[in-house]
């Protein structure tokens, strides 16, 4: 058993943990408020016009845009979130444990050396440099302090990139923020534009929606015109939906949105995985809490019982000694 004096310094050490874990959980709540009134306020306008041009890009036959062509993969970018500091419990971890199953799973199709990463945070970035992953940038800053200008740049990077045929396809990967005590892992693609997640989102099943689907706009623009079962004569084939107006142009339209979607894309996952860093720190920060205040209860039951021993063996010495003499 150990002595009084070893029981005393546990608690003293003890009781210092728990002030330091207390105050990183206060430090903690009160950013999160700022990163959570933060993406409360982004993500509703980005997740509307994320729909809007998804919508807008399937039901239009006349939208060209590159960014929605798909190609056989053979080059990938992963743009992954993660945290700076450590101390947030499963954070940092989950998000390297997708990233490498995604490198893997790539790695398997296409090599290694095709699959780059863009690391948003200090530990992704120590730890493909460690698995020895082709980085491109380090981009630890961000992870602190969100800043769109810098998440405009890299938005434009990936998309000449995709544009150029450098890489065939980007995906994100970061924590989704739904609750204080509820962040989902997410792995979302960004390039090219997932138009069809959209309309199976939505559309699927709903017999009376006009939204066009991608086959049949396809089917439209290779064809263009019909001719009906009986020989008579030939009619062009009217658009699916034609709801939209489009002013001054249609390219006009699309080099103003998809750039816009891009950058917003990035920044509200940055926004979405520094606030699931605050709330996911404050959560280990508070279990840390709770966790030394059941040690310190047992550490005070310990001491009391070895000290109640320790006076009673002192007793007994010396009523054994009076009688003796």
């Known amino acids: 058993m150990p002595s009084l004096k070893e029981i005393k310094g546990r608690i003293a050490s003890v009781k210092s943990t728990r002030k330091?874990?207390?105050a990183m959980k206060m430090v903690a709540s009160s950013k999160l408020h700022h990163a959570q009134v933060a993406i409360q306020n982004m993500l509703p306008y980005e997740t509307m016009l994320e729909h809007i041009l998804k919508s807008f890009l399937a039901a239009e036959?006349?939208?060209q845009?590159?960014?929605d062509k798909q190609r056989p993969v053979k080059r990938v970018a992963l743009v992954v979130f993660t945290s700076n500091s450590s101390l947030c419990g499963g954070f940092n971890a989950n998000t390297i444990k997708m990233m490498t199953q995604a490198v893997d799973a790539y790695a398997k199709e296409i090599g290694r050396d095709n699959v780059e990463i863009y690391p948003i945070?200090?530990?992704?970035y120590e730890?493909?440099?460690?698995?020895?992953?082709?980085?491109?940038g380090e981009y630890s800053a961000l992870a602190d302090k969100p800043n769109v200008a810098q998440c405009i740049d890299i938005a434009m990077e990936l998309g000449q990139k995709f544009a150029e045929g450098e890489v065939d396809k980007v995906?994100?990967?970061?924590?989704?923020?739904?609750?204080?005590?509820s962040q989902v892992l997410t792995r979302k693609t960004f390039l090219p534009i997932d138009i069809e997640s959209e309309l199976k989102a939505d559309h699927e099943r709903d017999l009376t929606s006009i939204i066009a689907t991608k086959e049949s706009q396809e089917y439209?623009?290779?064809?263009?015109?019909?001719?009906d079962v009986r020989g008579q004569k030939e009619e062009e084939v009217k658009p699916l939906n034609d709801n939209f107006i489009v002013e001054p142009d249609m390219n006009t339209v699309l080099t103003q949105l998809l750039p816009k979607m891009a950058h917003l894309m990035l920044y509200t996952a940055l926004l979405d995985s520094n606030a699931s860093e605050h709330a996911a720190r404050m959560v280990a920060m508070q279990t840390a809490t709770d966790n030394a205040d059941e040690l310190l209860r047992e550490l005070n039951l310990q001491y009391n019982k070895s000290r109640q021993q320790a006076i009673t063996s002192e007793l007994l010495d010396i009523v054994g000694g009076s009688v003796n003499n």
């Open 220 to 227: 439209l623009k290779n064809r263009g015109e019909r001719s």
């Open 171 to 181: 995906e994100l990967i970061y924590h989704h923020f739904k609750s204080a005590g």
């Open 65 to 67: 845009t590159i960014y």
């Open 61 to 63: 036959a006349e939208a």
């Open 121 to 124: 945070g200090r530990k992704v």
């Open 127 to 136: 730890k493909a440099q460690k698995l020895g992953l082709k980085v491109q």
């Open 20 to 22: 330091i874990t207390s």
